[in-house]
């Protein structure tokens, strides 16, 4: 097997899970995510990221961004990235994180496993990369997304009213090593964010 490449076999086809190879274009990953959020947008879950231009995308991950695509032939076909972050929260452990984001596989490809892979890449290279702990954010009503992240050991640690105003979302962090938390301490600093969310938005 080449290095650094994982295949899953899908109906005898090669699904390649890779970094982005320069001939796949931010357009490309653009195309994908805006695909995979079809089945989010019949459910009124409406994020934005997959409405930026191509361009943003790349800008967001900086310098020190990954983004992992799967590839079906030259076809992108699923995407996951990380950015480096630096935010003061109880949760961050203080130090730089592992911002993931751009999650993504296109319907047809859904439920076979391929963002397991995706996902279990992307943390193996964050460890790679030094860091900590992974923290994301979704719409609070994207239950597929939360349910894979609780089973894959991230705890929900926020709740906010997202900057569109328009719906709530929830931060999930993993602590990698180092300082950690427990599950009861979690549900409680995040029943006081949505507590404390919820009434700010009702004043
Ligand atoms: C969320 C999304 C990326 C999942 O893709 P997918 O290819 O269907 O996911 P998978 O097939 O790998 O995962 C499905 C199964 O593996 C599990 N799984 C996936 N990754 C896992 C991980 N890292 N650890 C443990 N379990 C995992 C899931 O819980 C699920 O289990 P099930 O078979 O019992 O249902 C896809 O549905 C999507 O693109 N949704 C729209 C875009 C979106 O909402 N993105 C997230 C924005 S924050």
């Known amino acids: ?8 076999m899908m109906n005898k086809t090669a699904i390649q899970i890779i970094e982005k190879p320069e001939w796949v274009s931010w357009d490309d990953i653009r195309q ?6 079809a089945p989010n947008r019949e459910k009124g879950i409406n994020m ?3 409405l930026w231009p191509a361009e ?3 800008e967001s991950l900086g310098e020190h961004g990954v983004m992992l695509v799967a590839l ?3 076809k992108v076909v699923g995407t996951a990235a990380f950015a480096e972050r630096t935010q003061k929260r109880w949760y961050t452990d203080g130090s730089c994180y592992a911002f993931l984001c751009f999650d993504s596989v296109i319907p047809y490809y859904t439920g076979k496993g391929i963002f397991g892979l995706l996902d279990k890449k992307r943390e193996e290279k964050a460890k790679e990369y030094g860091y ?3 923290i994301f954010d979704t719409h609070s009503k994207n239950a597929h997304r939360i349910d894979i992240a609780l089973r894959n050991g991230f705890r929900l640690v926020r709740f906010f009213r997202a900057s569109s105003n328009d719906h709530y979302s929830v931060i999930m962090a993993k602590w990698l090593r180092g300082k950690s938390y ?3 301490y979690c549900v409680y ?3 006081i964010s949505k507590w404390k969310t919820l009434v700010k938005s009702f004043l």
Request: hydrophobic residues 30%.
């Open 1 to 8: 097997m080449v290095p650094g490449l994982e295949i899953y």
């Open 56 to 58: 943003k995308i790349k």
């Open 189 to 191: 600093r995040y029943q």
């Open 182 to 184: 427990s599950h009861g």
């Open 132 to 134: 900590n702990v992974l």
């Open 72 to 74: 079906d032939g030259g």
């Open 48 to 50: 934005t990221h997959y």
């Open 32 to 37: 994908c995510l805006y695909e995979a959020h």
